[in-house]
């Protein structure tokens, strides 16, 4: 314990009752600054009166505290005031007299300390000792949570003042420990620091074990979230992956505040988000600097739908990437969203990435909002898979751009009387290079159809062409594999979780293009042509002649699949070192 005020303050047995009340706090580390018997009120009227009798205390400076007793009550181990320092609002009084006043807690008026001292150098004294207290906690604190000087002879302090690693974050955790009475993790200090060693404003938490709610090191999610929220050293967050109750109040609560982060991710975790998370966009006093949000694989309460929406038609700036990905949001709630954009156009025209897919697009509204489809100049990547969207309203308008090189229509219905519709549209459509057909029923002449279309467009060209989950393998083989043939600008094909029969694979491995790069045929092959030879044959000539092959994708074949791939190339296969085979 450390005094450097007067060694007759208090007496040995005082100080030791200062000592145990002080080691309550987990982030005081048993530490007392200063400590001082003085004249104590804390009406600034009374304080000001010569005549008024002014009551005896204790006053003790911790690194996160001011703390006054009484003699009774440091007896008892209890106080007649306790203060956080990051609340001081305002410095004032003169000569032998300091009133500090704090923010007062949920809305209330503030909380004064009126302090008299019988020496001008220790009322300056102590105002130092929590004046620099105050810069170190609060690093990144925004100017409006920094006190003010009112006629005071007190003085700005002007000494040079390094922050802790990773902009103060290890003083400032610590003392959101000591206000919530949390214990202070040196994992969680330990993980920051090392990313800042690392010179890495990536904050991933994914692999940081004290995160999950499953680990026995489990940090305090809420303690850990108010000590980022002033933070400037990190530019993004991102959580995937995860399990915790907490998830959602530890991005909602960084958000509020946070003026730095320009990217945050969460993805596929166990949490809800409810309305606090919309309301943090909105309240941000700093006006934040997000441009990338992406929540998927997450659970919204009916209102933090609302509250997103709200807050997307307040957006303050640009955002280019939005995605909501497998989110179970309702029609409803998804009418909210895309009203949204059209209330905010300033922040809808700038997305250059959308991804509503696995929400419930149902209704009327998104029809609505992709008829200005021409109007988004920076749109490149648009999903709505899985959304139940009328795509036969959709994919007229999407003609009008020329922007988008990614679209994912997948596992998405097509009535009957839209499928010429697609077909005009892949035969017409500008500059894709990633077209998404996954789980459409595509099959027999819709398909052939569909791949003539794409392999005529003279607009697409080195296409990744995804035609998973069709059904495709046992229906006009011959007039399917054949197509392939005039497939010269496709480069990349998926055809996985399709029923491939025997003919087909051997009749498409023949039919692909030279160029093919990337082909998928994972859970395609059926148990019997597994073992065939002819199917095992047609892959070792597929890899031989087609040299700028990088990978073939045949994992989720049948047991006899993997031995009759080793026997027939060998260990390891000869193929080209650019090839990657995964069985």
Same mark, same amino acid.
């Given at each position: 314990v ?16 200062v000592?145990t009340?002080v ?12 400590c ?7 009406d ?6 010569k ?5 005896k ?11 006054? =007793? ?7 181990? &209890? #106080? $007649?005031?306790?203060? @956080? !320092?990051? /609340? *001081? ?15 007062g ?21 102590l105002?130092t ?17 920094v006190?003010r000087?009112?006629?005071?002879d007190?003085s700005?302090?002007?000494t ?10 290890s003083?400032?955790?610590r003392? =959101?420990?000591d ?5 202070? &993790? #040196? $994992?969680?200090?330990m @993980? !920051?620091? /090392? *990313? ?5 404003t ?27 929220k ?7 967050l ?5 399990e ?23 993805a ?6 409810t309305?606090f998370?919309g ?5 941000n006093?700093?006006?934040h ?7 998927t ?9 609302t509250?997103?929406a709200?807050?997307l038609?307040q ?8 995605s909501l ?6 029609a ?11 209330q ?5 025209l ?8 696995g929400?419930?697009?149902?209704g009327e509204?998104?029809g ?8 988004f100049?920076r ?6 898979s ?18 988008i090189?990614?679209?994912?229509l997948?596992?998405?219905?097509f ?12 035969d017409?459509?500008q500059?894709?290079?990633?077209i ?25 060209a ?8 069709n ?5 006009m ?24 029969s ?15 790069k ?33 990978y073939l994708g045949?994992?989720?074949?049948k ?25």
């Open positions: 450390f005094y450097p005020s007067m060694a007759h303050a208090l007496s040995p047995k005082e100080r030791t009752l000592d009340y080691t309550r706090f987990p982030g005081d580390d048993t530490k007392v600054l200063f001082e018997t003085v004249e104590f009120a804390t600034p009227d009374t304080h000001t009166k005549s008024s009798k002014k009551d205390r204790v006053v003790a400076v911790t690194p996160y505290r001011l703390l006054v =007793w009484g003699k009774s009550k440091l007896k008892k181990l &209890s #106080s $007649d005031g306790n203060y @956080f !320092i990051s /609340d *001081l609002k305002e410095i004032a009084g003169s000569g032998k007299k300091l009133i500090l006043r704090f923010r807690q949920q809305g209330k008026p503030p909380n004064i300390a009126c302090i008299t001292m019988g020496k001008v150098q220790n009322i300056l004294k105002a000792v929590i004046q620099e207290r105050f810069r170190v906690i609060t690093v990144g604190y925004p100017k409006s949570s006190y000087l009112a006629n005071s007190v700005d302090l002007t040079p003042f390094s922050p802790s690693k990773a902009s103060g974050f003083d400032v955790y003392d =959101w420990s206000q919530r009475m949390s214990a202070v &993790s #040196s $994992d969680v200090i @993980f !920051i620091e /090392d *990313l800042f060693d690392a010179n890495d990536d904050l991933v938490l994914t692999e940081f074990p004290c995160i999950s709610s499953r680990s026995e090191l489990t940090a305090d999610l809420v303690t850990f979230s108010h000590a980022l002033h933070n400037t050293y990190f530019k993004s991102e959580i995937r992956g995860l915790h109750k907490d998830l959602g109040f530890f991005v909602s609560n960084i958000v509020r505040r946070n003026r730095a982060l320009t990217k945050i991710a969460v596929k975790c166990v949490t809800e988000f309305e998370f309301e943090s966009l909105i309240r006093e700093t006006k600097k997000l441009s990338l949000v992406v929540v694989g997450c659970k919204w309460t009916p209102k933090g739908v509250s997103l709200l807050a038609s957006f303050p700036h640009g955002l280019s990437v939005l990905k497998d989110s179970n949001i309702p409803a709630g998804m009418d909210e969203i895309v009203t949204s954009f059209r905010n156009w300033g922040t809808s700038t997305f250059e990435a959308l991804d509503l897919s929400n419930n697009l149902q509204i998104f609505k909002f992709i008829k200005d489809i021409r109007a100049g749109l490149r990547r648009l999903a709505v899985a959304t139940n969207c009328q795509l036969g309203v959709v994919l007229p308008s999407l003609l009008l751009t020329t922007t090189t990614y679209l994912d997948s596992h998405n219905k009535e009957k009387q839209y499928e010429d519709t697609l077909v005009h549209f892949l017409s459509v500059n894709l290079s990633v998404r057909l996954g789980g459409l029923n595509l099959n027999g002449e819709w398909l052939v159809g569909c791949l003539q279309a794409i392999f005529r467009n003279p607009n697409l080195n296409v990744s062409l995804d035609l998973s989950e059904g495709i393998g046992s229906k083989i011959h007039e399917i594999t054949g197509t392939f043939k005039a497939g010269q600008n496709v480069a990349h094909l998926d055809l996985s979780d399709n029923p491939l025997q003919d087909f694979t051997v009749n498409l491995l023949k039919s692909l293009s030279s160029s093919m990337w082909l998928g045929l994972n859970r395609s092959l059926r148990s019997a042509d597994a073992v065939d030879e002819s199917v095992v044959l047609s892959l070792a000539a597929f890899v031989a002649s087609h040299v700028s092959l990088e045949l994992r989720g074949g047991d006899a699949l993997g031995p009759n791939l080793a026997r027939l190339f060998g260990s390891p296969p000869p193929v080209p070192s650019s090839n990657t085979l995964l069985c």
